[in-house]
């Protein structure tokens, strides 16, 4: 038990598909994260919600669309993805963005296939 | 540019020592963590440094040098369950994480 729960934890989509990814944390966290882990590349910060503002979009293409209903919960939307999409994708929370000290607490992740 | 380097892979005897090295390249420096990932799992964090020394948790060590911009992870006796990767990320001057590709270590019986 992480804290961190992410569901589902494999996908398959095609390139034309709609789905979403679901992340909620037990942890009483302010700060709610989306990364991208793909095989021996460091992780890639996607989005960032700060008290369920979005403080970060690193240049993501609009085919991912997140969504913080409120602190406890996170979505990533997706449509028309390409195969390059195929990857790790993590939740993270922390107590609150920035703060020094304060370690990422992570779920185990969604492995999406786009065919 | 901002840049962590790690080895891509170690190879280690159950019972043995092994040292993961990190040096990086960034702008300013607010820490630097270590997390241990098994494969299809979640990273879990094992140490913070931002002063430079020695932390000491159990079976592992976490050392930093800000000035020659290093930090290694010490393993001691070595058990199987240690197999995993190992990733490790620098908080720079905007607070935000900088992440290195992960060390990826073999433990052999």
């Known amino acids: 038990e992480t804290g961190v729960t992410q569901t589902p934890r494999h996908l398959v989509m095609g390139m034309t598909n709609k789905k979403s990814l679901k992340c909620e944390q037990h942890?009483?966290?302010?700060?709610m994260y989306w990364y991208k882990q793909s095989a021996k590349k460091p992780l890639e910060l996607m989005f960032v919600?700060?008290?369920?503002?979005?403080?970060e979009n690193n240049s993501v293409p609009s085919r991912f669309s997140p969504e913080c209903p409120n602190s406890s919960h996170l979505f990533l939307h997706l449509h028309t993805l390409q195969p390059e999409d195929s990857a790790l994708y993590l939740c993270?929370?922390?107590?609150?963005?920035?703060?020094?000290?304060?370690?990422?607490?992570f779920g185990n992740g969604t492995r999406l296939t786009v065919t | 540019g901002q840049n962590i380097d790690q080895p891509t892979e170690m190879t280690a005897t159950e019972g043995a020592i092994v040292q993961i090295n990190c040096t990086y390249q960034t702008s300013g420096f607010n820490g630097l963590f270590w997390y241990q990932q098994h494969a299809g799992e979640a990273p879990t964090f094992l140490s913070y440094?931002?002063l430079d020394g020695l932390e000491e948790k159990g079976r592992f060590s976490s050392f930093l040098s800000r000035s020659k911009g290093y930090s290694y992870l010490l393993l001691k006796e070595l058990q199987m369950k240690d197999s995993a990767s190992y990733l490790c990320?620098?908080?720079?001057?905007?607070?935000?994480?900088?992440w290195g590709a992960g060390t990826k270590l073999i433990i052999k019986p």
């Open positions: 990320a620098v908080r720079d001057s905007n607070y935000q994480l900088i």
């Open positions: 993270a929370s922390s107590q609150e963005e920035g703060q020094g000290s304060s370690p990422l607490h």
């Open positions: 440094n931002v």
């Open positions: 919600y700060n008290f369920k503002e979005q403080t």
């Open positions: 942890l009483g966290h302010n700060a």
